[in-house]
């Protein structure tokens, strides 16, 4: 008899235990919501062909070649600027930029491709925006035509999730429009 009370009891206390759980109700999908300070500009001042003007939050490397490293710390991205002199080579240097852009097209979902063209002070060119989880995905160039050539790329330096870092890419796109628009050349 004594037995059978402690099970009684063991059956009891496991019930009383078990039963006072809370039910399980599955957390509702999650949406990360990251948002950035509109941007402060100041110019370049460089000895390069060119200048424009970047964001105050961005750090800036330029090489004896005048390719330039924008780095944004707080977004662990860069822009990469590539110049290049026009030498009978224009036609060359459009393959060139375009073909950069299409390597991605193994990694990525979409490209598509805004011109760009400002006429009064000599710059025509492009924005790629490369859609999926690709290495880079913002790339332009731009080119006054007859003597100076740039191409600029994006990178983070993490492993590219697009979905996650589409909020970045939306800052950074309206800085590469900023750095376009008031881009100058050099006589």
Excluded at 68 to 80: G, H, Q, R, V
Excluded at 110 to 133: C, D, L, M, Q
Excluded at 158 to 180: F, R, T
Aim: hydrophobic share 40%.
């Amino acid at each position: 008899m004594n037995l059978l009370k402690i099970l009684f009891i063991l059956i009891l206390i496991t019930s009383v235990i078990t039963s006072c759980k809370e039910d399980v109700i599955p957390k509702p999908k999650a949406h990360l919501r990251l948002e950035y300070k509109t941007s402060n500009y100041m110019a370049t001042n460089t000895n390069c062909p060119y200048n424009f003007e970047a964001a105050t939050e961005a750090n800036i490397q330029t090489n004896e070649k005048c390719w330039m490293n924008i780095e944004y710390p707080k977004l662990k991205a860069s822009i990469n600027i590539t110049y290049r002199p026009i030498e009978n080579n224009l036609k060359e240097l459009f393959l060139e930029a375009e073909k950069l852009t299409f390597n991605h097209a193994i990694k990525a979902d979409g490209i598509s491709s805004v011109p760009y063209k400002n006429e009064a002070r000599k710059i025509y060119g492009a924005i790629f925006e490369v859609t999926g989880n690709a290495a880079s995905p913002i790339q332009f160039h731009v080119t006054d035509s007859t003597k100076n050539f740039i191409t600029g790329a994006v990178y983070f330096n993490i492993k590219p999730n697009y979905d996650s870092i589409k909020p970045a890419i939306n800052h950074l796109h309206k800085d590469i429009i900023h750095l376009i628009e008031s881009l100058n050349w050099k006589e």
